[in-house]
């Protein structure tokens, strides 16, 4: 079955980059010129999908905006014909998907969030891209190399790189075989492992594959004693428990736009790059690099 549905889970208070995200939302920090949140829709419409949830909360109505027609705006660009380039950029942003809004109303976690997508979501596959997570691959966007995981074995897929064991200390080790075309199968899952518990080096970072029944595995899973929080993890864990869960070491630049050092990388990776100010924003950084 193809995918064609997308969520993307973008109702987080943003507190790692706080003062900035207290009138921002994070998802809407620029990366040059395009806010982050507008690079995860265009990942998606890479990959043909063509439907996409948004999970706000309060206060991110901008999002909304910024995925609708500006008709002054636009009509202002639309009478100078030296604007025509952003007017074309402007209004396409619109087109990109059909773009669906639906409030987590209450800020109680990404597997919380991802339950009040059951509705949009109804007997499809689906993918999963975590607002935080932009991740640039201009030739084969990250989201489609996991779709094509999972339609050619039917299982729920997640993105996993390798990183340094300091980050997997933080996030995850993973117990895996490798089926080849860098795809893996997932036995095992270790949540912030000590260095003994390390299995390998492999975590999961940013990007799923779904299929309907992990909304069942959510509401099954007990919540953490800590937090009364029920973690998107633990049911991606029990996913992997059935054997039913494979992972796609993706090919693509992530950028941790919940991170201040991540934000400010991915203003400079991605600046560099830029058709517009590529070259002098070169020059500026040899010059500035002289200085340190």
């Given at each position: 079955m193809?995918v064609t549905?997308a ?7 943003g ?12 998802e ?5 010129d ?9 990942e998606?419409?890479m990959a043909g999908?063509?439907d996409i949830?948004?999970i706000t ?10 995925f ?5 705006l636009?009509?202002n660009?639309?009478?100078n014909?030296?604007?025509k380039?952003?007017y074309?950029?402007v ?12 409030r987590?109303?209450?800020t109680?976690?990404?597997?919380h969030?991802i339950?009040t997508?059951e509705a949009?979501v ?6 999963i891209?975590?607002g935080?997570?932009?991740i ?9 190399q ?7 074995y039917?299982?729920?897929?997640t993105?996993?790189n390798e990183c340094?064991?300091?980050?997997v200390m ?13 795809i893996?199968q997932v036995?095992?899952i270790i949540?912030?492992p000590?260095?003994e518990?390390i299995?390998?080096n492999?975590?999961?970072l ?11 595995i959510?509401?099954q899973?007990?919540p ?5 929080e029920v973690?998107f993890?633990?049911?991606?864990s029990t996913i992997?428990?059935r054997?039913n869960?494979l992972?796609v070491d993706?090919t693509?630049?992530?950028y941790d736009m ?9 203003n ?6 830029h058709?517009?100010?590529g070259?002098k924003f070169?020059?500026?950084l ?7």
């Amino acid at each position: 079955m193809k995918v064609t549905k997308a969520i993307i889970p973008a109702a987080g208070l943003g507190t790692r980059v706080l003062p900035a995200s207290k009138a921002v939302p994070k998802e809407m920090l620029n990366i040059v010129d395009k806010p982050a949140i507008q690079y995860l829709v265009e990942e998606c419409a890479m990959a043909g999908i063509t439907d996409i949830l948004i999970i706000t909360n309060r206060g991110k109505n901008v999002i909304e905006d910024h995925f609708d027609y500006s008709f002054e705006l636009e009509e202002n660009l639309k009478k100078n014909p030296s604007k025509k380039a952003i007017y074309d950029d402007v209004h396409a942003v619109a087109d990109l998907a059909n773009i669906y809004y639906v409030r987590q109303k209450e800020t109680k976690g990404l597997a919380h969030a991802i339950l009040t997508a059951e509705a949009f979501v109804g007997n499809d596959p689906f993918a999963i891209l975590y607002g935080d997570d932009v991740i640039i691959n201009n030739e084969k966007p990250v989201i489609g190399q996991l779709i094509e995981a999972y339609e050619k074995y039917g299982k729920c897929v997640t993105g996993i790189n390798e990183c340094p064991t300091e980050q997997v200390m933080k996030y995850c080790t993973l117990d895996v075989t490798d089926l080849g075309d860098s795809i893996y199968q997932v036995h095992k899952i270790i949540e912030k492992p000590a260095r003994e518990e390390i299995l390998t080096n492999f975590a999961i970072l940013g990007r799923n594959v779904m299929t309907p029944d992990v909304f069942d595995i959510i509401r099954q899973t007990p919540p953490n004693e800590a937090s009364g929080e029920v973690y998107f993890s633990e049911a991606i864990s029990t996913i992997a428990n059935r054997g039913n869960l494979l992972g796609v070491d993706f090919t693509g630049r992530r950028y941790d736009m919940g991170d201040k050092l991540g934000i400010v990388q991915a203003n400079c990776e991605m600046a560099l790059t830029h058709p517009e100010i590529g070259e002098k924003f070169k020059n500026y950084l040899k010059e500035l690099a002289k200085t340190l």
